[in-house]
């Protein structure tokens, strides 16, 4: 059964910088289309960027588009979120999540029902 594992997560001023990561248990990793998602206390789960398994599509949420960036290393199976400019608003949970997305689009890609394998999440804060 195919595992995600997150990690990167901690405290951080606002302004800062972080890089989190997802490692994918199996070898069949580059078979996936990946996402991240996250959810604060409170709040719904939202859609961050996404990744489709050959690199080539990347998509973003609204409120973090220009200031995240996805990428993958399919020889190691893992995933990247790497996270500039931060601000207290993007303190959540962050989720990696994995599958086949049926619908080559931006809706397709941020979609949460287009992943049907999830890890347990990692926590970001971002301190004012």
């Known amino acids: 059964q195919v595992q995600l594992e997150e990690s990167g997560g901690r405290l951080v001023q606002a302004g800062g910088s972080l890089r989190l990561s997802c490692a994918v248990s199996s070898r069949t990793g580059s078979t996936y289309d990946m996402a991240w998602f996250r959810q604060a206390p409170g709040k719904e789960r939202e859609s961050v960027a996404a990744?489709?398994?050959?690199?080539?599509?990347?998509y973003y949420g609204d409120s973090v588009a220009g200031r995240f960036t996805v990428s993958r290393d399919n020889a190691r199976n893992t995933m990247y979120l790497e996270m500039n400019s931060l601000k207290p608003e993007d303190t959540a949970i962050y989720y990696c999540?994995?599958?086949?997305?049926?619908?080559?689009?931006?809706?397709?890609?941020?979609?949460?029902?287009?992943?049907?394998?999830w890890g347990q999440g990692t926590q970001v804060t971002v301190s004012s």
């Open positions: 999540a994995a599958g086949a997305v049926g619908i080559y689009s931006a809706s397709g890609y941020l979609s949460a029902e287009s992943y049907n394998i």
């Open positions: 990744i489709s398994r050959n690199t080539v599509l990347k």
